[in-house]
């Protein structure tokens, strides 16, 4: 058969089986077998690998139960998932479409030997009709042809059952897909709807950024210029970021907050939309939340 999984798409169907309950690695291969009517299984090489690998990437960890190690999809690992939902929904039709195909090639794979069959009854029958019993030979090879154009059925049948299935699968699977969009589409918002009432509350310059980028008016605090670092606690969004655990490597921690912010403003404008008037304002808040953050990091050790 040719290639079902192109670059990538293997590690995005693991990322989906880990998502529905947390399984250990012969039953994702076992999954994938079903998934495919038993005509294709990836091997233990194949699936491992990509696991330990999306373990590295912080996509998914494992716990070891009864000797074995059962993998578990992560938060950033459904974030994965939910970015990519559309490109699952394709997937799975892909796969439709595969297992349609193979079992295209198993009706003419059978209609082929039943039509040699067929050939070599009928050859077998003229051969034989010189012969003593030749009522007996010519009856035996009307049951073999018999045979054959039942089993060809048989398997015609099965192969139009699967690639039914196959269809009905994949339609499902693009309406989960479409509901995983939506959901994720709401809970950003919802998150994004607390972000902006807590930076809202802190009065701090991050919380105007972000109040211009999800439609509110807030700006700088009045109480002194938006260009002066402040250490008071209420200039602080409590709880923002509290999913990022400290890694023991301050720089990367640093990165991971800045990863943060920059994918919730451009949240916040997708949902939201983009004007000059915004970007303009957001230009102001973001060179006065450079200049905080500048005097932060030159001011403390």
Request: net charge neutral; no cysteine.
């Amino acid at each position: 058969m040719p290639p079902v999984f192109a670059h990538g798409r293997l590690r995005l169907y693991l990322l989906k089986l880990l998502d529905e309950a947390p399984r250990h690695g012969y039953e994702v291969i076992r999954l994938l077998e079903e998934r495919f009517q038993g005509l294709y299984a990836p091997s233990a090489g194949t699936v491992y690998p990509r696991l330990s690998k999306l373990e590295a990437e912080g996509l998914v960890t494992h716990a070891t139960e009864g000797g074995r190690k059962v993998y578990s999809i992560t938060d950033a690992g459904r974030a994965e998932l939910a970015d990519r939902s559309g490109e699952l929904a394709d997937l799975e039709l892909e796969i439709r479409d595969s297992v349609t195909e193979l079992a295209a090639e198993i009706r003419s794979d059978v209609r082929g030997a039943a039509g040699d069959l067929r050939r070599e009854m009928r050859a077998a029958a003229s051969a034989s009709a010189t012969q003593v019993g030749e009522d007996d030979s010519w009856q035996a090879a009307k049951e073999e042809l018999r045979k054959a154009r039942q089993e060809w059925k048989e398997q015609a049948r099965r192969a139009k059952d699967e690639s039914r299935r196959a269809r009905e699968e994949a339609q499902a699977a693009r309406r989960q897909a479409k509901e995983a969009q939506d959901r994720a589409r709401e809970e950003v918002q919802r998150i994004a709807g607390q972000l902006q009432e807590q930076f809202a509350k802190s009065g701090g310059v991050l919380g105007s950024l972000a109040g211009a980028w999800l439609g509110g008016t807030q700006g700088p605090s009045a109480d002194r210029p938006s260009d002066q670092p402040s250490d008071r606690a209420s200039d602080r969004a409590p709880g923002w970021a509290a999913d990022l655990p400290a890694t023991g490597d301050p720089a990367r921690d640093l990165d991971r907050l800045l990863d943060r912010f920059r994918d919730q403003v451009r949240d916040a404008a997708r949902d939201h939309g983009v004007t000059a008037a915004r970007v303009a304002e957001a230009r102001d808040h973001l060179a006065a939340a450079a200049a905080r953050l500048s005097g932060t990091f030159g001011s403390r050790p």
